[in-house]
Structures are given as C-alpha cells and as structure tokens.
C-alpha cells in the first residue's frame, strides 16, 4: 500500500523528471487533486534544492566533482551533464539570480532544480539566494505543468 502525497513528494524529489513528471503522475495516476498535487510536488522540489544548495556549498563543487568523476559509470555521466551545465551557466550568469530563476520556469527535461543548484554552485552564487530563486522557477514552471495536466486531456476529449 501505498501513500499518494508521500510518493508525490518523493518522485518530486529525484533528478530529472522532478516535479515535470511528478504532478501529472499526481494528478492521473494516484488521483490527487491538482491544487495538492501542485503544492506537495513544490514542496519535494524545493526541499532537495535546499538540501543540495547547502551540501554543495558546504563541500565544495570542486571536491564533489573529484569524487563523483571517480565512480566509473556515474563519472561518465556526470562530466557530459556538467559539460552541458557549463554551456548553460554562461547565458545565466549574465542575469544572475533572475537567469537562474527563469531558466528552471522552463517546463522541459534538464532545467530543473538538480541542474539549477549545480549551475549556481559553478557560478558561486549565494546559496540562500539560489534556493529563492529556483523555488520561484519551480512555482512557474510547476504551474504551467499543472495547467497543462489538467487541461490538455479535457481539451483532446479524455
């Protein structure tokens, strides 16, 4: 058996799909309204930002890229994911904290809070700051997920 708002808040919280795949998930599969939905999906994400926002910045990027890059596979993966961070963290930096923001609103794969946090740990920014920041990206970009969740199988008559 299962608990619909613990398994929200949990799928909220791993990398990658986040809260872009937790509300609908939420909301069509363990049938949670979508103002709940919402809610505890913003509330998983925005609790493992604040977490890796003060890990990070406790341990250093630089160390944990040391380490991470020694595990054989994960090491792989890891470099191409800070390869593309890299790339992207040049078009935030130049809007600092507001780039930051606006670029985890955007609802697609690879701009959520986990590349968020790594891209304000390479460009050193604060870390209560970064929380706020993606907190209210994830507020935008997990609005117009639920919109969408809700609305589009009306609109395409499911």
Same mark, same amino acid.
Do not use: C, Q
């Given at each position: ?13 791993? /990398? ?32 493992? $930002? ?11 990027? @630089? ?29 935030? @930096?130049?809007? &600092? ?9 955007? /609802?697609?794969?690879? $701009? &959520?809070?986990? $590349? ?7 460009? @050193?920014?604060? /870390? ?13 970009? &997990? ?9 589009? /199988? ?5």
């Amino acid at each position: 058996m299962f608990n619909p708002i613990v398994d929200t808040i949990l799928h909220s919280m791993f /990398p990658v799909g986040e809260l872009r795949t937790a509300i609908p998930v939420a909301i069509h599969v363990l049938k949670l309204d979508w103002n709940n939905a919402l809610f505890y999906s913003l509330f998983g994400n925005s609790l493992v $930002t604040l977490i890796l926002v003060y890990l990070i910045d406790f341990f250093k990027i @630089e160390r944990i890229k040391y380490l991470v890059t020694k595990i054989p596979v994960v090491g792989t993966v890891f470099i191409k994911w800070e390869n593309s961070s890299i790339r992207k963290s040049k078009k935030i @930096e130049k809007w &600092g904290y507001i780039g930051l923001m606006l670029f985890v609103s955007i /609802p697609l794969p690879i $701009t &959520g809070a986990w $590349t968020a946090v790594f891209i304000a740990a390479l460009l @050193e920014f604060k /870390p209560f700051k970064s929380f706020v920041s993606i907190s209210f990206g994830l507020m935008i970009s &997990g609005s117009i997920i639920t919109y969408f969740s809700v609305y589009l /199988p009306k609109f395409l008559g499911y």
